[in-house]
């Protein structure tokens, strides 16, 4: 039997990103062997996962814990910034990492604070991983938190600098390789009653949840079918860099895309993704919730 791929997460919430860790639990051929929310509502998110785990019923035991709650430089208290100093998340992704022996593939559907203080950790842990694949970025297409930068991107570009310079197996899904993939309106209505009645809207809270949100992004589950089924997707390697000074372009993905590029990082991006099957689950599983009520 083929030995099943290892995932870890790192989880926000929210319906794109409730869908895409249902997604995880459901493949197969991946275990789940951790969950990190890395937001500044931790205790939110934990209970959101922990919901999803309820209704997916994987079968086995997943670590859910806290990860960053605060970007890299943000102004805390004496008191917060020790507390913050080494989150559960942070331990839990160095501990996973080793005990996984460069099997682990790691998804940040979040900011990348976490994953840049464990880089920080653990010099080793490109070596520890597999692969990293990362939501987030907007590089030919407008950002959806700025005109031209993208959330998890924005919320911490100095982490997300540190990441790309840290020589980390990383693929870079941005909203460029995710704009085409959306719910319909039947979709959206049908995930909201599915989080009414599992208790997840509670948790999650209203803002992507309203029925009749039609044309939702899917850009984290595109995060995740790319992890899951690298075959579903094409990629490009590209030079990178975080902007982390400018007022206007805070936190944008700037891609030198010369035909000569010399400036940033090499970094593999994710271009295209092909989700015809994945979107079959996606129906599957929304027809298999109907049925049960």
Not at 59 to 75: N, S, W
Not at 216 to 222: E, V
Request: charged content about 20%; aromatic content about 4%.
């Amino acid at each position: 039997m083929a030995q099943k791929q290892q995932l870890l997460i790192d989880f926000c919430g929210g319906i794109d990103h409730t869908i895409a860790l249902a997604y995880a639990l459901q493949a197969p051929d991946t275990k789940v062997v951790g969950v990190i929310c890395s937001d500044t509502y931790a205790g939110r998110g934990i209970s959101l996962a922990q919901k999803v785990i309820d209704w997916a019923k994987p079968g086995y035991e997943i670590a859910v814990v806290a990860g960053e709650q605060r970007p890299l430089f943000a102004t805390l208290s004496e008191h917060t910034a020790r507390v913050n100093e080494a989150s559960t998340g942070v331990r839990l992704m160095l501990e996973k990492a080793r005990e996984a022996e460069g099997e682990l593939t790691l998804v940040v559907l979040g900011r990348l604070t976490t994953l840049a203080k464990a880089a920080a950790a653990e010099p080793m842990l490109a070596k520890q991983l597999k692969r990293i694949v990362i939501q987030g970025g907007a590089i030919r297409v407008p950002g959806d938190v700025t005109a031209i930068a993208e959330a998890n991107m924005h919320a911490d570009p100095e982490a997300a600098s540190f990441v790309l310079a840290a020589g980390l197996p990383v693929l870079l899904v941005p909203l460029d390789a995710t704009h085409a993939l959306t719910l319909t309106n039947e979709q959206a209505q049908a995930v909201v009653s599915i989080a009414r009645n599992t208790g997840m809207i509670n948790i999650a809270g209203n803002t992507d949840l309203q029925p009749g949100a039609a044309d939702l992004r899917l850009s984290a589950w595109g995060a995740m079918v790319a992890a899951l089924d690298p075959s579903a997707v094409a990629t490009q390697q590209m030079k990178l860099t975080i902007d982390c000074t400018s007022t206007l372009s805070r936190g944008a993905v700037l891609a030198d895309l010369r035909a000569k590029p010399s400036v940033g990082r090499d970094t593999d991006v994710c271009v295209r993704i092909e989700t015809e099957k994945q979107y079959l689950w996606l129906q599957a599983a929304l027809e298999q919730e109907g049925n049960r009520r």
